[in-house]
C-alpha cells in the first residue's frame, strides 16, 4: 500500500461550486499533513498544513484530517478560474514529505 | 520571499553525459531536496540534505549523487545520464526548527531530456 493516496482526477467543475479533494495515508506516525498547489510549468508552492488532527480554514479554503480514517482534505469554497491547478497532499515525517500523485482541477468560467 | 533557483529551465543531454543541476536558496535553510515529478508517478525524493556536507538517500536514490559544499547550494548529479532520467527534477528547501521543517520552498524546476 502506497503511503499517501490521492485520487487521480482530472476533476472538472463549474466556477462558484465547492471543490473537495481527498487523499489518505497509511503511516499513522504522520503529524503534519500539507497540501502544495502547482500551476502549470511551475513548482509547487505551500498552501496550507494542519499538524494533527482538526480543521485549518485560510480564506477560500479548509484543510481537514480525521487521524481515526487516516484521511486528508482540502475544501475550496466559491471556486475560481485562478484556482485551476494541480493540488498535491503530503505527510511529513522525519523533516521529509510524501507526497500524493496530485489531482488537476479545472474550474470552467 | 524564500526564493529557490534552479540554473536551468530546460536541459537536453545525450546518454552517458555528465549532467549537473544547480539549486540555490537565499532562505539560510539548513534542508535541501531534490525531487523528481513524471506523470502518474509524482513527486519523488531523490536526496536530501539537511546540512553542509550531509546528505540522506531518499526513495530513488540510484544512479544519482549529491554535492553541498555550501548552505544555500545544493548539486544533484547524473554521474552518466540515461534515458529514463528524462525528467522534471525540482530542488526544494525548508528550515529545520520543528513543524517548520516541513515547509518546504519549491525552485520552478528543470525539464531535462536525454536522447
Known amino acids: 500500500q502506497k503511503e499517501v493516496e490521492q485520487d487521480p482526477g482530472p476533476l472538472s467543475v463549474p466556477e462558484g461550486a465547492i471543490v473537495s479533494l481527498n487523499c489518505t495515508y497509511s503511516?499513522?506516525?504522520?503529524?503534519?499533513f500539507m497540501w502544495y498547489r502547482q500551476y502549470s510549468r511551475k513548482g509547487p508552492e505551500l498552501l496550507m498544513y494542519?499538524?494533527?488532527?482538526g480543521n485549518k480554514e485560510d480564506g477560500r479554503f479548509t484543510a481537514q484530517v480525521d487521524k481515526s480514517s487516516k484521511y486528508i482534505s482540502l475544501f475550496i469554497r466559491d471556486s475560481q478560474p485562478s484556482d485551476s491547478a494541480t493540488y498535491l497532499c503530503?505527510?511529513?515525517?522525519?523533516?521529509?514529505?510524501?507526497f500524493g500523485k496530485g489531482i488537476t482541477l479545472s474550474v470552467r468560467p | 520571499d524564500v526564493k529557490v533557483t534552479q540554473s536551468s529551465r530546460y536541459l537536453v543531454k545525450r546518454t552517458g553525459e555528465k549532467v549537473f543541476l544547480e539549486c540555490v536558496q537565499d532562505?539560510?535553510?539548513?534542508?535541501m531536496f531534490w525531487y523528481r515529478q513524471d506523470p502518474g508517478l509524482g513527486l519523488r525524493l531523490i536526496y536530501f540534505?539537511?546540512?553542509?556536507?550531509?546528505?540522506e538517500k531518499g526513495d530513488i536514490p540510484e544512479g544519482y549523487s549529491v554535492s553541498r559544499e555550501k548552505k544555500e547550494r545544493f548539486s544533484l548529479i547524473l554521474e552518466s545520464a540515461s534515458t529514463n532520467q528524462t525528467s522534471m527534477y525540482l530542488c526544494?528547501?525548508?528550515?529545520?526548527?520543528?513543524?517548520?521543517?516541513?515547509?518546504?520552498?519549491f525552485g520552478p524546476g528543470t525539464r531535462l531530456t536525454v536522447t
Open positions: 526544494a528547501s525548508s528550515p529545520s526548527s520543528g513543524g517548520r521543517s516541513y515547509e518546504q520552498y
Open positions: 503511516n499513522s506516525a504522520f503529524q503534519y
Open positions: 494542519t499538524y494533527s488532527s
Open positions: 503530503a505527510t511529513g515525517a522525519n523533516s521529509k514529505l510524501t
Open positions: 532562505m539560510d535553510h539548513e534542508n
Open positions: 540534505s539537511y546540512d553542509v556536507k550531509m546528505k
